[in-house]
């Protein structure tokens, strides 16, 4: 029982975060241009993994979506691959767990073999959780360096004085809500594949599993027991016999 719903609950994490990594994956907002010392705050832009956008304070959102790959950093193109081969591993390793389900029957499908395939679903959605919190993380790592550099270039040029404002003409940006929903789900996804590979422990039958022997050496006062078994006796007759007579050493036995 505790194994079942071990496994139920990992499958549960696992679909909820394989939900929020494609969700991450899909929205815009990963980057939000930072509005804390512009002067202009009726036009913002904001950026994903598949196109960039500009939205207006009335409520108006112009988006313009990537062309081009080979014109794209490489970055952001390994953050593409990241996502996508953690959603690829994800759906993989839930197709695998809905069959592994020790709460249902299916033909004649034995408890190891369903062990199996939790453990490999479980390996999998690790993977998942792992590849999506990577290429969040290295987004983020991204956008800390822009920030960076940024505010430290605006402190020589790129400002401007409007009605007694200072602002930056130098558009810096910070997390989006996609950062966030990403990490979120990366770590629930991981939490899932750990549960399952609970479960695939708590699945395995008694009579699989390997019973380890004891062995004990042998101490200097042993008796070894001599060997009383009969043994055959052999007559001189069963001798074999040279060509001159002579018998030699040599047995046969005749059947």
Same mark, same amino acid.
């Given at each position: ?10 499958? !549960? ?13 899909? !929205? ?5 241009? $930072? ?9 913002? +832009? ?37 996502? &996508? ?25 034995? $408890? ?30 991204? &956008? ?14 790129? +400002? ?42 708590? !699945?395995?039958?008694? $009579? ?19 060997? +009383? ?27």
């Amino acid at each position: 029982m505790a194994a079942t719903m071990i496994q139920l609950i990992g499958f !549960m994490l696992s679909a909820l975060g394989l939900f929020l990594i494609s969700a991450a994956t899909a !929205m815009d907002e990963w980057s939000l241009q $930072d509005q804390s010392f512009t002067v202009i705050t009726n036009f913002y +832009t904001y950026s994903g993994l598949w196109k960039s956008c500009v939205g207006t304070s009335y409520g108006t959102t112009q988006c313009r979506p990537y062309f081009t790959i080979l014109g794209l950093p490489a970055l952001l193109q390994a953050v593409r691959a990241l996502m &996508i081969v953690g959603i690829v591993l994800g759906a993989i390793g839930l197709l695998i767990a809905i069959f592994s389900l020790k709460c249902l029957k299916m033909g004649n499908m034995e $408890d190891n073999l369903k062990a199996t395939m939790t453990l490999s679903a479980g390996i999998m959605l690790l993977l998942a959780g792992v590849c999506g919190i990577a290429g969040v993380s290295a987004f983020a790592n991204l &956008i800390v360096q822009s920030f960076q550099f940024t505010t430290y270039a605006s402190g020589f040029s790129g +400002t401007a004085n409007v009605g007694g404002l200072t602002g930056t003409l130098t558009p810096r940006y910070t997390f989006g809500p996609a950062l966030f929903v990403g990490w979120i789900g990366g770590a629930i996804l991981f939490i899932g594949g750990i549960l399952m590979c609970l479960a695939c422990r708590a !699945m395995t039958p008694e $009579d699989h599993r390997y019973d380890g022997m004891a062995y004990k050496a042998a101490s200097q006062n042993t008796m070894y027991r001599p060997d +009383t078994r009969s043994r055959p006796v052999y007559n001189d007759s069963y001798k074999a016999q040279s060509m001159d007579g002579r018998q030699t050493n040599q047995r046969f036995d005749y059947v």
